[in-house]
Every structure is written in structure tokens, then in C-alpha cells.
């Protein structure tokens, strides 16, 4: 059971927005940035976002994400059908000394 | 551009260590915080641990008793073993570079590149 609470699904449909959240505590998200990863079916996991709000090169626009407090969230305008994955959020949590990952949003589109 | 490529067994038995190497290409070894991240069939990623490149240490509580990761810069590799495997080790393992761009590290680290995973069961 992760530190980190993410809705297992969610759905939508091509164009929509579509926002997904990352709930914590003060321990990990309050104190520290989150990152988000997407893992495409049966793929590696790739980085979509990072330090709550940067997206790395080649990631497209329509993603976005931002962070308040102990949450964060992960927006996707213009939704397309590749976009159908796991969205995984990941923080680092002074507990436990290390990274901690959300179990993960399977979204359908 | 940066590769990472994952090698080893295919299968382990209970009891036994598994043994996984992480091969890296396009960028030096010699820097970031490499990791090891698994994940077991249908279910999230879990983060085992990770080596820094001046070869110190961190690893999850929970299997910090069965782990060890180690680098070996001469080959640009790193690895992992874990002892005493159970069916519950099952997992696809991944190694990731881990990358901090922001002053408290490795805190602010994120995973920018990873390999395409290597598949583990854990059956006799």
C-alpha cells in the first residue's frame, strides 16, 4: 500500500480535459517535488513530468502539472487515445529515505 | 542518447539470489544516482534502491536486509542482488538514471531515462 493516494481509474474521451490527483503528507509532497511518469501497455515507464511542473523535451504541451500543499495534479488537455496509460506520481518521503511512487491511475481514453 | 539495458537470468529459483546487471551508454556512469525499480505482475512500481556514483549507498527498508547494488564504472555497469528470493519477488526490475538538477539531492532526484525492464519469476 503506497504513501502516495491515487485514483486507480479514471476515463475520458478524445479532447477532453482530464486531471488526475496525487495525495500525500507532509512527510513526502509537502516537503519535497513530484514527478509523474507515464507507462504506455507493456512499456517502460517514462518521465512526463518534473519538480511539480516541468516538462522534459519532447514531452508535448497538452501535459501539465501542479502541486498545493500535500497534493499535486496531473492535467492532460486535448486528450488522445495514446494517451491511454498508467500515470504514476512519485515523491521523496523523508520516512523512508528514498523515492516513493503512487500505485498508479490506468487511464482510458 | 542515453541507453540503459538491463541483463541476467531469466528465471530464479526460491531461497536463491537473483542477480541483474544494468549496461550504460550515452552518458558517463561517473555522475546521478542509478536505481533499481520493480514491478511485480499487475501491480505499481516500488523503488529498491540505488547506488551513487561515488559508490554510496541507499536502499528500501523493506528489502534493505537482501539487497546490494553495486557499480563497476571500468564497465559502465551497475547491479543488483537479491538474496533469499521468494514467489512475492516476482517482478519486472527496471534500472533508471536518477537525476538531481536541484540543490538538495537526492531529494530533488527523478528518474529521466530508464531501461526497458527485465522480467524475473521466481518459481522451481
Known amino acids: 500500500q503506497s504513501v502516495l493516494t491515487q485514483p486507480p481509474s479514471a476515463s475520458g474521451t478524445p479532447g477532453q480535459t482530464f486531471s488526475t490527483s496525487c495525495s500525500g503528507s507532509?512527510?513526502?509532497?509537502?516537503?519535497?517535488?513530484v514527478h509523474w511518469y507515464q507507462q504506455l501497455p507493456g512499456a517502460a515507464p517514462k518521465l512526463l513530468i518534473y519538480r511539480n511542473n516541468q516538462r522534459p523535451s519532447g514531452v508535448p504541451d497538452r501535459f501539465s502539472g501542479s502541486k498545493s500543499g500535500t497534493s499535486a495534479s496531473l492535467t492532460i488537455s486535448g486528450l488522445r487515445s495514446e494517451d491511454e496509460a498508467d500515470y504514476y506520481c512519485a515523491t521523496w518521503d523523508d520516512s523512508l529515505s528514498g523515492p516513493v511512487f503512487g500505485a498508479g491511475t490506468k487511464l482510458t481514453v | 542518447q542515453v541507453q540503459l539495458r538491463e541483463s541476467g537470468p531469466g528465471l530464479v529459483k526460491p531461497s536463491e539470489t537473483l542477480s541483474l546487471s544494468c549496461t550504460v551508454s550515452?552518458?558517463?556512469?561517473?555522475?546521478?544516482?542509478w536505481s533499481w525499480i520493480r514491478q511485480a505482475p499487475g501491480r505499481g512500481l516500488e523503488w529498491i534502491g540505488y547506488?551513487?556514483?561515488?559508490?554510496?549507498?541507499e536502499y528500501n527498508p523493506s528489502l534493505k536486509s537482501r539487497v546490494t547494488i553495486s557499480l563497476d564504472t571500468s564497465k559502465q555497469q551497475f547491479s543488483l542482488e537479491l538474496k533469499s528470493v521468494t514467489a512475492a519477488d516476482t517482478a519486472v526490475y527496471y534500472c533508471?538514471?536518477?537525476?538531481?538538477?536541484?540543490?538538495?539531492?537526492?531529494?530533488?532526484?527523478?528518474?529521466?531515462?530508464w531501461g526497458q525492464g527485465s522480467l524475473v519469476p521466481v518459481s522451481s
Open positions: 533508471a538514471r536518477g537525476y538531481c538538477s536541484s540543490a538538495i539531492c537526492p531529494q530533488g532526484s527523478y528518474f529521466d531515462f
Open positions: 507532509s512527510s513526502n509532497i509537502g516537503g519535497n517535488y
Open positions: 547506488v551513487y556514483y561515488t559508490g554510496s549507498t
Open positions: 550515452g552518458t558517463s556512469i561517473t555522475s546521478y544516482y
